[in-house]
């Protein structure tokens, strides 16, 4: 099958030469924010954006804020190449691919906090992580100025900071928030899962499957978060060698904990398994 080379401006005013043409045009521009290391989960944002939008913009750019000093920006995977293949026939109309001095110019000294969304859970565990996350994505908004942008839930505290974000800065953005692609055992996509061994990604499953038994008691009538949140811990503890970050059911709008179940709660996981740092979720009660 043949494949359609994609176009990729590296610059911003390359990308704003072409996407003043697709303004001009009269067309709405989708947004797929990523790090690269494609796989089928970014797929899902592109499909989504292509459905929704006329034209179709996917950044790649590692963003070196969002890490800590003891993260793996160094060694996080690099497949430009790849990624332009994956995306061949995809309906993407431009890739934006920027070297780091393209984004964060000499002197930059601005950041963007969002306060109450990014203080728990990552926010705790990662000190620093969303001030990054949120600066990379107002600028890449900023450039961009798409009519939607394009986000996973699988990093569902990073949307919920993403959306407070456009909200109380008065972006006139949609942002929408797609379901999480899993693999057939339930393992949610990620671009770190190539870290794990065959051994390490046998017993990362998990993760997922603490999630469905926690959905699947919701479902049966359990409602005390302790006895659901005992019950993920057992299967966790089953699966051995995985070490928890943490483990919550939280209030989908603040990710405070919830003692009982009223309404849809977000269950929430990191966990390390090997040296790789896996997270999860899953809306419970919707």
């Known amino acids: 099958m043949m494949t359609t080379k994609i176009e990729v401006a590296t610059t911003r005013v390359e990308l704003a030469r072409r996407l003043d043409?697709?303004?001009?045009?009269?067309?709405?521009?989708?947004?797929?924010?990523?790090?690269g290391a494609l796989h089928a989960g970014h797929l899902s944002l592109v499909?989504?954006?292509?459905?929704?939008?006329?034209?179709?913009?996917?950044?790649?750019f590692v963003n070196p804020m969002q890490f800590g000093p003891t993260e793996d920006f160094s060694k996080y995977p690099r497949t430009l190449e790849a990624d332009l293949a994956l995306l061949s026939g995809h309906g993407v109309g431009l890739v934006f691919a920027p070297a780091t001095e393209e984004i964060y110019r000499p002197g930059h000294e601005t950041f963007v906090e969002v306060e109450q969304a990014g203080t728990p859970l990552e926010g705790r565990m990662r000190p620093g992580h969303f001030r990054g996350v949120a600066t990379v994505v107002l600028k890449l908004l900023n450039l961009v100025r798409p009519n939607v942008a394009f986000f996973g839930r699988?990093?569902?505290?990073?949307?919920?900071?993403?959306?407070?974000?456009?909200?109380?800065?008065?972006?006139?953005?949609?942002?929408?928030?797609?379901p999480t692609v899993?693999?057939?055992?339930?393992?949610?996509?990620?671009?770190?899962?190539?870290?794990?061994?065959?051994?390490?990604?046998r017993r990362a499953v998990a993760l997922s499957r603490s999630l469905r038994l926690a959905a699947d008691m919701v479902r049966r009538g359990t409602r005390d978060s302790e006895t659901i949140l005992s019950a993920m811990r057992n299967v966790l503890a089953e699966a051995g060698g995985i070490a928890v970050d943490y483990l919550v059911l939280a209030n989908p709008d603040t990710l405070q904990d919830?003692?009982?179940?009223?309404?849809?709660?977000?269950?929430?996981?990191?966990a390390r398994v090997g040296k790789t740092r896996l997270i999860d979720n899953e809306i419970l009660g919707e």
């Open 258 to 270: 919830v003692p009982r179940i009223t309404g849809p709660t977000v269950a929430a996981i990191a």
């Open 21 to 35: 043409a697709v303004r001009a045009a009269g067309k709405s521009i989708g947004l797929v924010p990523t790090m």
């Open 47 to 60: 499909e989504a954006c292509a459905r929704q939008c006329d034209f179709t913009l996917v950044t790649i």
């Open 154 to 178: 699988k990093d569902y505290q990073q949307s919920l900071v993403i959306r407070r974000m456009v909200a109380d800065l008065d972006l006139p953005i949609e942002i929408r928030v797609c």
């Open 182 to 201: 899993r693999e057939p055992d339930g393992l949610a996509l990620s671009s770190r899962n190539v870290y794990l061994s065959a051994d390490e990604r």
